[in-house]
């Protein structure tokens, strides 16, 4: 699978994001960084194992050397899982094996932008929306609404408008907005 975005677009885009944050202070304090800490071994409430990681964007992996001690690499095939059908071959996911401690500056993209997602409303406009995805732990950033800082949504909807001009990506954020639609889950807005 081959992406249009270049590794030093991905580097400038690193970069961007490097100087913003949901909050001013370290959002990790406020629950003991469940983001990070809720996989590896642990099991969930049902007493099912999981490893929780993140997926790499078509291209990101360019940024890795995939020899990093503090993660784990694993190499799936797209058509395997439930990805756009433009996505063909290889997809990297990462799994953090430092948790909570990760060099900050090498943290992915999705990472980086949690808890924002993007989204394309009906009539095809992209907004940023809260992370409607079910997590395996309780992020007080969406559930007691913080309010988070206008740079960091200002970032994220400027690198999310540079992002979609990959057909591969944008026809991811199509497939999921469109899930959304279907399962009629319910969407705040952010920006747009």
């Not at 990101?60 to 996505?87: G, N």
């Not at 009539?123 to 732990?137: D, M």
Request: hydrophobic fraction near 35%; charge should be neutral; include cysteine.
């Amino acid at each position: 699978m081959k992406s249009m975005i270049k590794k030093k677009t991905y580097k400038a885009i690193y970069r961007l994001l490097d100087r913003v944050s949901p909050l001013d202070s370290d959002c990790g304090k406020l629950c003991g960084a469940a983001c990070c800490t809720c996989g590896g071994d642990s099991q969930s409430e049902e007493g099912l194992d999981y490893d929780l990681g993140i997926y790499l964007l078509p291209g990101e992996e360019k940024l890795f050397t995939m020899k990093e001690k503090w993660l784990k690499w694993s190499a799936e095939y797209a058509e395997d899982y439930d990805f756009p059908e433009s996505w063909f071959g290889k997809i990297y996911f990462i799994r953090c094996k430092t948790p909570p401690i990760c060099p900050r500056a090498q943290r992915p993209l999705q990472c980086r932008f949690f808890p924002l997602a993007p989204h394309f409303s009906p009539e095809g406009k992209l907004q940023l929306i809260l992370c409607t995805s079910e997590l395996p732990y309780s992020c007080a950033l969406i559930d007691r609404h913080f309010k988070l800082n206008d740079h960091f949504i200002k970032a994220t909807y400027t690198v999310w408008k540079h992002l979609i001009r990959d057909p591969l990506i944008y026809d991811l954020v199509k497939m999921d907005s469109n899930d959304r639609e279907f399962m009629e889950t319910t969407i705040k807005v952010i920006c747009e």
